[in-house]
């Protein structure tokens, strides 16, 4: 990925921090990604194949936005 992804506008509905991502290839066939808050208030996590970090980062920022929404729509 060329191009870094902005998170800034994903803040976490609890404490108004914005998310962390870490991908980590683990060895030649997978690896393992994780986006959360820094307080650890919501987190989603996922293994990958390996060549898929690009798709992986894209799945995590999507996943957040989904369970920003799974927040609002039950008045959290």
């Not at 506008?9 to 962390?20: D, H, R």
């Not at 683990?26 to 959360?36: D, F, H, K, T, Y």
């Not at 307080?39 to 898929?52: A, K, V």
Request: hydrophobic share 30%.
């Amino acid at each position: 990925m060329t191009g870094k992804i902005d998170l800034s506008n994903l803040k976490c509905p609890k404490c108004g921090c914005t998310p962390e991502m870490r991908v980590r290839s683990r060895g030649m066939n997978m690896g393992s990604a994780e986006i959360r808050c820094p307080y650890s208030c919501l987190r989603y996590g996922t293994s990958f194949h390996s060549g898929m970090e690009s798709a992986t980062r894209l799945e995590l920022v999507e996943k957040w936005k989904e369970l920003l929404a799974e927040y609002a729509a039950n008045g959290q």
